[in-house]
Structures are given as C-alpha cells and as structure tokens.
C-alpha cells in the first residue's frame, strides 16, 4: 500500500509528531524531534516527504535506506531524528495493517511487562529525598536524578558535596532496595568527572550517565577504573555506525538510545544486537512524548537486554502538557510495582487522540534548553 501523505504536529511542550497516511486511509503517528530544534527537525521531514509519497509503506527497511542513504550528508541528530519518527509511523502503520503489535514483527515478546524509573529534582536538583519517597509510594523501584548545576573544567570540591549530600538523601528516603540513577548529563569534563565518579561508590547506585560528553567517550576508560557502578551513556549518538566506535572502547555497560533520534525502531533494534554482541544493556532514552515511549516499548519487548526504560510522565518539562492528553487509552502507560505491561494493541500500541492533537498544535511551542554560565562567566555546559 502507498503512502499518501504525510502531516506534521508541533505540540506542548516540547514535541513534534508526524503523521502518515496510505492510500486507504490507514493511519501512523511518529515522533520525531529535537528538543529545542523542533521546527528544524520538521523542516527535514517536509524535505524528506519527496522520497515517502507513492512509496510502498511496508518496504520500511528500503524505505530507511533510501532516507538515509540517498542523501551525500547523512547522520547527526536532525537527520537522524527526521528519518526515527518516520520510522515509528510506517511501523505503526503496519501493524495496523496486519493487526499486529510492532514487536510481533521483530520476533516476538521476551518478556511480559518492562521495569520503568521516574526522574526528580529537575534540572537543578532539589528537595529529592520527598521526591524520591514520593515515586516510591507511587509504586516506582528506581529513579533518575541530575547530578550537578554548572561546574567548570577544575572546580571546587563543594559541588561534589553537593551531589554527595542530594545523593545521600534520596538513599536514606528510599533505602537500600531501590535503584539509583545519577545523570552527569555531559556537565563535568573529565578531571571532575573522576572526582564524582570516585567519590559515588559508596551509594550503590544503578548506573551513573552521560559522565562525559559524547565527543569525549574516550575518558570513559579513565573514569571506569575508578567508578564502582555501571556506566550508561548514548542518548547523543545517532546511528549504529556512532555506537560501534563506543562499544568497541569497552568501557560502557548500558548504552541509551533515544528511538526519536537514532534513526527509529528499525536501527535502534540493531544497535541493541551490537550491544548485545558486546555483553551490553539497553535502557532507552525517552524524556519524550507518548509515541516515542511506545516505540522505546515496542523494541523493549524484543529485546534481551533491554532492562529498565526511562518515561516522562511528571517530568519537569511536562508543564502545559503530559503525555495522556494526547492518547485515547491513558491505560496504555499504567504503571504498577515498577513496571509496565507491554501494549499489546496493534502497530504501537496506542490510539492517538488527534483532535487533541490538532487543537494543541494551534498553539505549538517553542521550547529552548536553558543557557548556563560559570561564575566567571564562561559558558557551562547544561
């Protein structure tokens, strides 16, 4: 069946989706997106859309290859984030066709339900232990929390006992039996990446992530000789050709692969096998929307070495709207004990309420991350 056209969502409050449509009327939603470059992201969608009409929906591999392929410049995050959300939809699209949940085409479920963490403290982490007990009356077993605000190159010892104190409050809140996860988010460089690292073992936590910047995985190999904890990083890496340099380094446990960026369900499935390959767990990256979420979870159920999925729903970029305002179900994310069961309907899982989303996107956004600045003045990584 051919595609007949494709339509493009700019909604609260940081999203963008994307809309497929074949010749019979049959529909698929994706998400593609950058946080804070979503009108970019959207213009290489409607530069793409030449290639996507007229096209056989379900040829979704010569499809991808076309996209990626057929362009000389290729790779990097709006390109690769275009080419994941169309991804989603022709997934979507099809298992519709077929009645079918995605996983099902990619050799079925190996597990039942998939653990979930939420986040806390924000972006300047604060008042995480109630935050963190919170989640856990909740019925979450694990969190996600930023380590740090600002910190230059070499800086003072106080803001690594700031971490440790932000850290130690959320253990004695939810105490030993509960996963930790301390996100670096690229804000230290190496010399005080080491210095937290080191001075985290004591916690037990989950994994640390992002410790450095991408550009940087090589003072991986540094840090990893002093940290006590697995190590997670990917969430800027953007096609399997990105990930075979860092797994051939050795130095990471979890890569992070955010399905609206690394080129959809068809090349995050097989950076997960090259991780698998590599004795490596998966927890994808997904701050995002409800369709990005039922993808992460599609390829979550195919996975072995998929263990916990990260979600967004109460995150603190969710201020004018969540993820259940835009999906019929809103049972399709219930989550109990920790986890969540798989959505067995067909394509993603999810029925996309699109007069909601019609009515948002007449309002739109226009989300930028914040710009950070040491105190001498200097800009900081956020």
């Known amino acids: 069946m051919k595609i007949a056209s494709i339509e493009w969502f700019l909604v609260p409050p940081r999203w963008l989706f994307v809309k497929l449509t074949d010749e019979e009327g049959l529909t698929g939603w994706g998400e593609p997106i950058v946080e804070g470059r979503a009108r970019t992201v959207a213009a290489a969608v409607q530069e793409l859309q030449e290639y996507l009409i007229g096209a056989d929906a379900d040829r979704i591999e010569d499809i991808w290859q076309v996209l990626y392929r057929g362009g000389f410049y290729r790779g990097g995050p709006v390109l690769m984030s275009a080419i994941a959300g169309i991804d989603q939809a022709l997934w979507d699209l099809k298992g519709k066709r077929f009645n079918l949940p995605v996983y099902e085409m990619l050799g079925g479920r190996v597990r039942d339900k998939m653990r979930v963490y939420a986040w806390i403290g924000g972006d300047r982490p604060s008042d995480v232990g109630m935050a963190a007990k ?11 929390m930023n380590a740090t605000e600002e910190v230059h190159w070499i800086d003072t010892h106080n803001k690594i006992d700031a971490v440790l104190e932000r850290v130690q409050a959320v ?14 988010h690229g804000r230290l460089h190496r010399p005080m990446a080491k210095v937290l690292a080191q001075e985290l073992r004591p916690f037990d936590l989950m994994f640390i992530e992002e410790p450095v ?15 006590a904890m697995p190590i997670a990083t990917g969430e800027r890496l953007y096609s399997r050709w990105d990930y075979k340099r860092l797994l051939a380094g050795g130095y990471v446990d979890i890569i992070q692969p955010d399905l ?9 499935k097989k950076i997960a096998a090259m991780a698998e390959a590599h004795d490596v767990a998966v927890a994808p990256h997904c701050p995002l929307g409800p369709i990005a979420l039922a993808a992460s979870l599609q390829l979550d159920a195919c996975t072995p070495n998929a263990f916990i999925q990260e979600q967004s729903l109460g995150i603190h970029y969710n201020r004018e709207n ?12 219930a989550y109990e004990g920790g986890f969540v069961t798989l959505p067995d309907g067909p394509g993603l899982g999810l029925s996309i309420d699109e007069s909601f989303v019609r009515e948002a996107a007449t309002r739109g956004h226009d989300w930028r991350n914040p710009v950070w ?10």
């Not at 910047?213 to 940290?227: F, G, H, K, S, T």
């Not at 609206?260 to 995050?268: K, N, Q, T």
């Not at 600045?373 to 956020?382: F, P, Q």
Request: negative net charge; aromatic residues 8%; glycine residues 8%.
């Open 260 to 268: 609206s960026h690394a080129g959809g369900i068809s090349e995050c």
């Open 171 to 184: 253990r004695d809140a939810v105490g030993e039996d509960f996963g930790i996860a301390v996100d670096f």
């Open 322 to 333: 969540d993820l259940l305002d835009y999906v019929q179900d809103r049972s399709v994310f």
């Open 134 to 144: 919170a989640r856990r009356e909740q019925g979450f077993t694990a969190i996600k």
């Open 373 to 382: 600045r040491n105190e001498d003045g200097s800009v900081a990584e956020w």
């Open 213 to 227: 910047l991408p550009e940087n995985d090589e003072a991986l190999r540094e840090i990893a000789q002093v940290a």
